[in-house]
């Protein structure tokens, strides 16, 4: 069934994004889908540059008659998300994605697709290997670690290439031209805790919130989803003050550009107080139900009996640990005034483990403007500071501003149009496209990102249309053919 996507059009980017398919690139191990890139740059005879991070850079020359049009930077991350259901046997170090068509998507299954952003880096491939494309001189940069720390993008030198322009293929709206994006920041609190014998007059049970779509942190903030961290710490706060449960360990989430979409809690309940626990799952798991109707159909929440856990977490860090994940903003926090339909700030509340006495909650702030973005971490660290953690902030990283005067983006404009009649609408969007970062190592170039139509990015729903991937490779070609002289 795999090879069925390798067979669709446009040809040359179907088969390349089919074979970045195979090659295993979580981030921070995308190593051998980075050599695939070189190889097949030096296979092209074109000059193929690894730079000191390990991004790739891929130049070419302009067709007959073109050599005067400004340079262009195609840009994109070889690295995708890895996310799979509970249920799917995976290993995203060594074992392909599984993809198939339906009703017009190509899809994985039970995995991400890695369309965020292999379609990109699979077009710019294309254009490098087409003879029948006209265009100006070229150059692809495909940068590393995109997904979890920005990586490639903070580590690229000036000097290293000559664009006027970059086009980055990174964004998720076919028919959309992005002209600005959210910055961001790290937040890694840390709760410690000491480990107390469990009461052997108790019962310990497993506590599982599965079934949420989760998805990305930036562009499905939106949409309202379930946070399973939320939600597992709602019920806990109830069991605890109500029957005495004692929480002795908390999995929950597993990326932090990715809202969580199950969380996994062992508490212990004294024994007299287990049948109106187990009632209060059942209560919860019904008003969860109810309230995530729409958005989270399949959400589940079960309590089932198992061993006695050795240790519990002390009570007055348990308490502080559940009060400040309660007190934790999340989700949308401010929209846009400027830019209508945009979310300006938000957190995501995207990990929450402990282990051997301490207890780490990773968030994700984002923000398209500065100062609004520090409000947020100002008072996620009050609230944590409250709750009695240590808080630290890092990895920030700047928005990106319109410009109002770009040219390109009137270029593409006019392009659309030509090919649609209709004009594409220009928006920001609310996550962490590199343009930023690189616009600060080059300031002189105009930037412009656009892309198919992906749904459910940093999630195993995860799907890219096939007729958007048509009219954006159309796009991508006509907008290389008129590209403005020097």
Not at 25 to 39: G, L
Not at 115 to 124: F, H, K, L, S, Y
Not at 159 to 171: F, K, R, Y
Not at 266 to 284: A, D, H, Q, R
Request: with cysteine; proline share 5%.
């Amino acid at each position: 069934m795999e090879n069925t996507i390798a067979q669709l059009e446009p040809k040359g980017l179907w088969e390349s994004f089919y074979a970045l398919t195979q090659i295993p690139r979580p981030s921070k191990k995308e190593q051998k889908a980075a050599d695939f890139i070189v190889a097949f740059g030096q296979k092209l005879g074109l000059e193929t540059i690894v730079d000191k991070v390990g991004n790739i850079i891929i130049k070419k020359p302009a067709t007959p008659g073109m050599e005067n049009a400004k340079t262009v930077v195609m840009q994109g991350h070889i690295d995708m998300v890895p996310q799979k259901n509970s249920d799917k046997v995976h290993n995203f170090e060594t074992d392909p994605i599984e993809t198939f068509i339906e009703d017009g998507w190509v899809k994985a299954n039970g995995t991400t697709l890695g369309a965020d952003n292999g379609i990109g880096v699979a077009a710019a491939m294309a254009v490098l290997q087409a003879t029948d494309i006209e265009h100006g001189p070229i150059e692809a940069l495909i940068t590393i670690d995109e997904e979890t720390g920005m990586t490639g993008a903070f580590g690229l030198e000036p000097g290293l290439l000559d664009a006027d322009i970059l086009l980055n293929l990174d964004s998720e709206d076919e028919g959309e031209l992005y002209v600005g994006c959210a910055g961001g920041s790290n937040a890694n609190a840390t709760f410690k805790y000491t480990e107390v014998e469990a009461d052997t007059n108790s019962v310990a049970f497993n506590i599982s919130l599965t079934g949420l779509k989760g998805g990305h942190s930036g562009m499905d903030i939106i949409l309202g989803r379930g946070n399973a961290n939320k939600l597992m710490f709602r019920l806990l706060k109830e069991v605890i003050v109500c029957y005495g449960a004692r929480l002795s360990s908390i999995n929950g989430g597993s990326l932090r550009n990715a809202i969580p979409r199950e969380a996994f809690a062992t508490v212990t309940v004294p024994s007299n107080n287990v049948i109106e626990f187990v009632e209060t799952v059942e209560e919860f798991a019904k008003i969860f139900k109810t309230e995530l109707a729409v958005t989270e159909p399949n959400l589940s929440l079960v309590a089932e009996k198992c061993e006695l856990p050795a240790f519990v977490m002390d009570e007055m860090a348990q308490d502080d640990l559940v009060n400040g994940i309660q007190a934790c903003p999340n989700g949308v926090i401010r929209m846009s005034d400027s830019m209508p339909g945009l979310v300006e700030t938000s957190l995501n509340l995207a990990i929450v483990k402990s282990e051997n006495g301490v207890t780490k909650v990773m968030c994700l702030i984002r923000g398209s403007v500065d100062s609004a973005k520090d409000d947020v971490e100002s008072t996620l660290e009050s609230v944590f500071r409250l709750a009695g953690a240590d808080i630290e902030f890092s990895g920030q990283y700047p928005g990106w501003k319109p410009n109002p005067d770009s040219a390109i983006l009137n270029t593409m404009k006019e392009v659309y149009f030509k090919l649609h009649g209709e004009t594409p609408e220009i928006k920001g969007i609310h996550a962490g496209l590199e343009c930023g970062i690189l616009g600060a190592a080059y300031p002189n170039w105009d930037m412009i990102s656009f892309g198919p139509t992906i749904r459910f990015p940093h999630s195993p729903d995860e799907k890219v249309n096939i007729d958007s991937v048509e009219k954006f490779w159309e796009y991508l070609v006509e907008t290389l053919k008129n590209i403005p002289n020097k």
